[in-house]
């Protein structure tokens, strides 16, 4: 069983910054990815960021520039970086794990909050 534990959340202004980590347990296998997902309320759970584990990372246009995501392997993690935060960007933040192309896993959530 994989367990996936989000933090870093919390109320920033916007312009600012927020670094979210999320920690793996479990039985996890090469290759994998690992991301970040973002739902607000009355919207679909959409792509903020991904990374392999040969660390190919992807970002869609809306967070190009202002986002990071980073792994660190040895210890399961994986990071994302938000900077110049913007309201739109408030929302709960997922991590999630995908591997052997069709097993994925879910972290609880993390609240991200931008205040204008």
């Known amino acids: 069983q994989v367990q996936l534990v989000e933090s870093g959340g919390g109320l920033v202004q916007a312009g600012g910054s927020l670094r979210l980590s999320c920690v793996a347990s479990?039985?996890?296998?090469?290759?994998?990815?690992m991301g970040w997902y973002r739902q607000a309320p009355g919207k679909q759970r959409e792509l903020v960021a991904s990374?392999?584990?040969?660390?190919?990372?992807n970002y869609p246009d809306s967070v190009k520039g202002r986002f990071t995501i980073a792994r660190d392997s040895a210890k399961r993690a994986v990071y994302l970086q938000m900077n110049s935060l913007k309201p739109e960007d408030t929302a709960v933040y997922y991590c999630?794990?995908?591997?052997?192309?069709?097993?994925?896993?879910w972290g609880q959530g993390t609240q991200v909050t931008v205040s204008s």
């Open positions: 999630k794990l995908v591997q052997r192309g069709w097993m994925n896993y």
């Open positions: 479990g039985s996890i296998f090469s290759p994998n990815t």
């Open positions: 990374m392999t584990s040969a660390g190919t990372a």
